[in-house]
């Protein structure tokens, strides 16, 4: 089966749960809505506020555009950028985001009841493996993306989804003085 291409324009913006900004479902997988085990999105944040509680979800999270942004949680701050890489963090505890310099837009990925996946930065050419079932590749600039047996150009702002893994999977993509290119994204139901 080929690799679905879902460009960012083409996802329809629909408001966060709370309220408090907009967001762009790329994918999601097995089911719909509140029942899918697992989903790709990327948030426009504009404004300093809460984030939406998810109970019983293991959320990633990784600055696409902006300078970025602070999540304070009980007792801690973390700090996320553009270069920072990608966070993991308990869907329901629902830390306050304060915006670091500006508006900031950020790729998430929401896995649900036991569902397992992570987000990893795609370094230039730089072989990847994925860990489990479905996987993708989400660009911050167009390249290539080589599976074993075919390149696929992509734009930049793209969602690339294999149904099936690859055994292995590189990224080339256009030259950004040494910032981050895309990010690898996988996802499998639980075992």
Known sequence: MPPR????????????RNGGGVRRDLLEGPGEGEECLWRVSVARIAADGPFSSYPDTVRWFAIIDGAGVRLVFPGEVKRIT???????????????CKLIEGPATALNLML?????????VANDAAPWRPEAAQCGLFTAVGGVCHDGEH???LPGHALLWFDKA??????????????????????????
């Open 5 to 16: 291409l879902i460009r960012l324009d083409d996802a329809e913006p629909k408001p966060w």
């Open 151 to 153: 390149n696929t150009e």
């Open 82 to 96: 553009w270069n920072s890489g990608p966070l993991r963090f308990d869907g329901g505890e629902a830390p306050s």
């Open 166 to 191: 690859p055994r292995a999977l590189s990224f080339i993509g256009g030259q950004r003085r040494g910032e981050t290119l895309g990010w690898w994204l996988c996802a499998s139901p639980a075992p």
């Open 112 to 120: 649900h009841g036991g569902a397992h996946g992570a987000i990893t």
